[in-house]
């Protein structure tokens, strides 16, 4: 293999442009020429490419988001754009493929390989929904920006003895409000993997009052519905005051955090090699601190549980 070519996908994640230098600048110390490919699977289709030498990606590594840019193509998902896009990457002699990206992202690399082109894909989404990984790239900064921001609504809340409800991202999963809300000593965590009643949570809350507690702190993940619903329903249920806050894109963006930075910089040196030996058809996973290889064919279309353990002792530790 003499050329390879870099893309990210989907939603854009803190800890790509890490993972995008690092790949970068292993293959080029391999030998490799290296192509990055700008909006994502648009810029495939669109042939829009760039080559890119060590210095594109220098002063990079602290910095969110994706310089390459990224999108979400509905052309790609016809075998037709798909078709386009091998033809393009083989037009430059490009023979395999780093894709950085959540769990559609990567079901779209594992579409390419069957039109021939080796894939090695790594994990790249806030959510940490992807299965065959402890964690994605991303995750760990979006938690840390939600924790800095339950931080501070506690110094609010805690003034006037409000309910503060804060809204977090995570799709169809519940970490980062799981990872906040431990994190950040939420009094109740709210996930779409457990099933919860807004009564019994008005319940909770007024009990805690009696207990001495003189404000709350109610965490919930985007996938478990409207924090503002819930909000206006636990002052008309009980008349404690509530304010919602919706964390939204904010999570996004920022620098990456050490670990988000050297996670990326892992997993990266880790596709480039295995895609050097040959190997295709893999995501590289972090389990146990150690990089694996795990075959894309399982790490896609499922969804990688919430941690119950993590579950039950935030609830001991909101007492
Ligand atoms: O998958 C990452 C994520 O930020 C989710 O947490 C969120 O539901 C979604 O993307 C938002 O997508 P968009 O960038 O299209 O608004």
New binding site residues.
């Given amino acids: 293999m003499k050329k390879i070519a870099v893309i990210t996908s ?2 854009d994640c803190p800890g790509m442009n890490a993972a995008i230098r690092a790949a970068v600048r292993v293959a080029l110390a391999a030998g490799i020429e290296v192509w990055g490919i700008k909006n994502g699977y648009a810029g495939m289709i669109n042939d829009d490419m760039i080559n890119l030498d060590s210095r594109s990606v220098g002063d990079i590594i602290q910095k969110g988001g994706t310089f390459l840019g990224t999108a979400r193509s509905e052309e790609f998902k016809t075998l037709a754009g798909r078709q386009k896009a091998v033809a393009n990457l083989q037009k430059h002699g490009i023979e395999g493929l780093i894709i950085i990206g ?1 769990d559609g992202s990567l079901t779209g690399a594992k579409l390419l390989s069957e039109l021939g082109i080796k894939m090695v894909g790594l994990p790249g ?3 940490n929904d992807i299965w065959g990984t402890d964690y994605t790239i991303g995750f760990d900064t979006a938690v840390n920006t939600a924790l800095d921001a339950i931080n501070k609504l506690r110094d609010t809340a805690s003034s006037h003895g409000r309910v503060m409800l804060v809204e977090v ?3 169809a999963c519940g970490w980062i409000a799981l990872t906040a809300g431990l994190a950040g000593g939420a009094e109740t965590i709210l996930i779409p993997e457990q099933p919860f009643s807004p009564d019994i949570i008005c319940k909770q809350l007024v009990e805690s009052r009696a207990k001495g507690k003189k404000y709350s702190i109610v965490v919930v993940a ?1 996938g478990a519905g409207s924090a503002v619903k819930l909000g206006e329903y636990i002052l008309a249920k009980t008349g404690l005051e509530t304010r919602v806050s919706i964390l939204g ?1 904010i ?2 963006g920022g620098a990456p955090t050490v670990s988000d930075r050297l996670l990326a910089s892992r997993l990266a040196e880790r596709a480039v090699t295995a895609l050097l030996a040959g190997r295709s058809e893999i995501m590289i996973g972090y389990q146990n601190n150690e990089c694996v290889e795990v075959p894309i064919a399982e790490a896609v279309g499922k969804k990688k549980d919430i941690d119950p353990e993590l579950y039950r002792l935030a609830n001991v530790l909101a007492q």
């Fill in positions: 989907g939603g959540g989404t806030i959510d991202m995570g799709r985007e894109h999570q996004r």
